[in-house]
């Protein structure tokens, strides 16, 4: 399964802004992806809830997954997102 | 728990007109208690025009912006409940979990936060509480995860 592995780039962590961000992206992608960290269980990447409860922080290495048509570019751009910082557009 | 969450933020029986006034009335709860400095406020109001706090499950968390991190007196909570409800951008919101944190420490509370969540009876729970005992026994797990 096509997978990524990327390490959190947000100063805050995958928390309130730069996690409604990714879970906003990733909602929006064709195909159903999956985020964990470590060896836990996979949550949807659409869900706030789960990706909240992942409590990653900046630098910690988070594994994307996703399988199907579209899969490598949603990984793509999802993984590009996270290596951002996505606090920086902050007022 | 009684550190993060003062008993006197725990607020069961409020009435919003919109969600700018819910999130005003979080921020005077964290101030009230001494959390927060009143200008903390402001920048909840900030955050929640950048981008909605609402994580699903009815609930909100109203934060400030990294700006107002130098307002927070000490890392705390509030629990605000609408009956009611209160409209926040389409979605409906029962309980507001505000959070005034100066540090990192609000990715571990908020982890927990959406851990209890995701378990709906917890969630219903939460939604349903009419007594402060109620709130601080579902939250307590937050400060134990974060201890």
New interface residues.
């Given amino acids: 399964m096509p997978t990524r592995t990327v390490a959190v780039g947000s100063a805050s962590g995958l928390h309130a802004r730069p996690a409604k961000l990714f879970v906003e992206a990733a909602a929006a992608a064709p195909v159903k992806v999956t985020i964990r960290v470590g060896d836990r269980k996979p949550v949807p990447a659409k869900s706030m809830l789960g990706v909240l409860a992942l409590g990653a922080k900046q630098g910690t290495e988070v594994i994307l997954e996703a399988d199907g048509d579209g899969a490598e570019e949603a990984l793509n751009g999802l993984a590009a997102l996270l290596a951002r910082d996505l606090d920086a557009s902050d007022a | 728990m009684s550190d993060l969450l003062d008993r006197r933020a725990i607020l069961l029986n409020q009435e919003a007109a919109n969600k700018e006034d819910a999130v005003r009335q979080c921020g005077a709860a964290l101030v009230e208690i001494g959390a927060a400095e009143p200008g903390y406020v402001s920048t909840m109001l ?2 929640e ?9 009815g609930v909100a ?1 109203p ?1 400030g ?3 107002g991190k130098a307002l927070v007196k000490r890392d705390a909570l509030a629990v605000l409940r609408f009956p009611g409800g209160v409209d926040w951008d389409g979605e409906q919101v029962t309980v507001c979990v505000a959070i005034a944190a100066a540090g ?1 420490g ?3 509370l ?2 927990a ?3 209890i ?2 378990d709906e009876d917890e969630a219903l729970a939460l939604r349903s509480a009419t007594d402060a005992d109620t709130v601080i026994r579902l939250l307590g797990k937050i400060e134990e995860g974060t201890a």
Avoid: M, W
């Avoid at chain 2, 025009?49 to 699903?56: D, E, L, Q």
């Fill in positions: 900030d955050r025009k950048s981008i909605s706090t609402y994580v699903g499950e968390i934060h912006t990294l700006d990192d609000h990715i571990e908020l982890s936060l959406a851990e969540l995701l």
